[in-house]
């Protein structure tokens, strides 16, 4: 059989020809077609979203040329696939339904020819059950205290979303203090049980498989912690386990009626929808996690039924499709204007990297194209503070999501403006910078001398035609929280099509869990090993050095 090969199709080389034709022009050229915005923004008024992304370097044959490509990679067709069960995620034989677990319309999905729909609504009665119970004070520590604070122990998927989420919504919290443990650095777990009263302490340990080291390691410590203090008996009120794998669960020494499950059909890094969220529930309310599942439920309805050219996700993931392969663009920044999501950008990295991060295609051959990204990025205005320069100023071309929200929940004097003329500005000058004659113009009326404005004008010029879509919500809801994750979630899944990887497994991260085990002995005996000359050495001044 022949090799696929993406590169040759007539959709990248029409691409690759027009690339070659408007990689010089400038966003200022773009904008003199006064109706730019309307022609390259979407606006979705039931969730209250204005998606501009007139500041890109493309007009209509570039649109028109990228929305062939996704066409002919199929993407609604796979995405079809997704939401209906199919084992797409092929790898692990495994479907890939994070959809079906915030399915509000609640249409059957089978799987092995069961209705996955059942258990979810089972499992979600049960969240809503005992979230509504720890708040009220219907389940009570061993000593008969009202819980105060939830320790979610977990890593990756099973740390960082429902982390983001009660972060970035917290100003709705209305239940229990929530902390988050994930490193196996003991520091991690240390710093959070000092605080901590483990008469009104409960711990969820979150972990899809219940054998990851850092979280097993955690959640033993934790349980040394209490049973310490309240003895063995104290586990069945302060231990709750959120896993795919009972019989691991119940040889930890958790009641199974403790356990909140859910399936191999939900990626770690998708895993926030389902009982992963219950500190979500607990932190907010279980009517707030569904407002925030409702919120993600539009965006799939939205992606599964518009046509590409209006669609958000499609259009998001087409734009850094041409950065990335056309205009060589390895990194994306995200950037959102509120606090409250500021671990919105290392939360996406696990999503992104991990679900792109590949080099084999479909067919198991080495791609000769880039793929995912590398994610990075912080909340405004302190990243205007560190490394905006090098976006503005430096080699690298680096293309910006900005997120903000016109309304946000909480009110403190002007901040929000303030906050927001940023938001405004610098999108505004990373797309058309700063001109020679503006930055002279500019000197002048400041009064600096002659010979001072020829030495300064190179350094102030900002040369501009950096690429921004501005994501704009009306407000930060659960539900529009819902919606953003959700938009995110289906970007990557169409650019992992149009790359032609399969986005759901993560076999880079599985070797590291193996090999960490076939270490550890090595570091807690003085046994000889056998790796290459440098571990082996570095291992060695470990050992003898260790106090
Ligand atoms: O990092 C790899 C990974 O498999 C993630 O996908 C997952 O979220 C994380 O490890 C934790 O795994 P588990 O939930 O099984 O403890």
Redesign the pocket.
């Known amino acids: 059989m022949n090799k696929f090969e993406l590169k040759n199709t007539p959709q990248w080389q029409n691409l690759e020809k027009h690339y070659l034709s408007i990689r010089k022009t400038h966003l200022r050229e773009l904008f003199e077609n006064e109706n730019r915005f309307n022609t390259f923004s979407i606006r979705e008024n039931n969730l209250g979203i204005t998606f501009d992304y007139s500041k890109n370097i493309i007009n209509s044959d570039t649109f028109k040329l990228l929305m062939e490509f996704v066409k002919t990679a199929m993407v609604n067709e796979y995405a079809k696939k997704m939401f209906s069960g199919e084992k797409i995620n092929w790898t692990e034989k495994r479907a890939v339904l994070h959809t079906a677990l915030r399915n509000r319309s609640n249409t059957p999905i089978c799987v092995d020819g069961k209705n996955v729909m059942i258990e979810i609504n089972e499992v979600l009665n049960k969240m809503k059950k005992f979230s509504n119970d720890l708040r009220s004070g219907e389940w009570l520590g061993v000593t008969g205290k009202k819980i105060t604070d939830v320790v979610n122990i977990?890593?990756?998927?099973?740390d960082l979303g429902p982390k983001m989420v009660c972060e970035a919504l917290k100003y709705y919290a209305v239940g229990p203090n929530v902390h988050f443990v994930s490193n196996i650095d003991g520091a991690d777990m240390y710093e959070v049980l000092k605080k901590l009263n483990p008469e009104t302490t409960l711990f969820i340990v979150a972990?899809?498989?219940f054998t990851?080291l850092e979280?097993i390691t955690n959640a033993l410590t934790a349980r040394n912690w209490l049973t310490v203090k309240l003895g063995d008996k104290a586990v069945k009120n302060h231990f709750i386990a959120l896993s795919t794998n009972t019989k691991k669960v119940i040889e930890f020494g958790i009641d199974e009626k403790n356990m909140f499950i859910f399936w191999d059909f939900v990626?770690?890094?998708y895993s926030l929808w389902s009982a992963i969220g219950l500190s979500i529930a607990c932190y907010l309310g279980f009517d707030k996690f569904v407002e925030f599942l409702e919120g993600a439920s539009c965006i799939d309805s939205h992606f599964l039924n518009t046509p590409y050219e209006k669609n958000i996700p499609i259009i998001m993931a087409a734009l850094g499709f041409w950065y990335n392969n056309f205009f060589g663009a390895s990194s994306y920044a995200v950037l959102p204007y509120s606090q409250y999501l500021h671990k919105f950008p290392v939360y996406l990295q696990q999503v992104d990297m991990?679900s792109n991060g590949k080099t084999v295609n479909f067919e198991g051959d080495r791609v000769d194209y880039e793929t995912g990204p590398i994610i990075w990025g912080e909340s405004g205005t302190n990243g205007q503070h560190s490394f905006y320069q090098l976006i503005h100023h430096g080699t690298k071309f680096i293309p910006c999501d900005f997120i903000g929200f016109v309304n946000p929940p909480e009110r403190v004097g002007d901040h929000h403006e303030k906050l927001m003329a940023n938001y405004f500005v610098q999108g505004e000058a990373l797309a058309f910078g700063l001109s020679k004659d503006e930055v002279i113009e500019n000197l002048r009326k400041a009064g600096v001398s002659l010979p001072d404005i020829k030495v300064l004008t190179p350094h102030k010029i900002f040369e501009g035609n950096k690429p921004v879509n501005s994501i704009l919500f009306d407000e930060l809801t659960p539900k529009t929280l819902g919606a953003l994750i959700a938009l995110y979630e289906h970007k990557i899944f169409a650019q992992g099509i149009m790359w032609r990887v399969n986005s759901f497994d993560?076999w880079g991260?599985e070797l590291g869990k193996v090999l960490a085990n076939i270490i550890l002995p090595e570091l807690k005996a003085q046994a000889d090993n056998k790796h290459d000359n440098s571990t082996k050495n570095l291992i060695k001044i470990f050992n003898s050095h260790k106090k």
């Open positions: 977990g890593i990756g998927g099973s972990s899809k498989t990851t979280t990626g770690g890094r991990e993560q991260v």
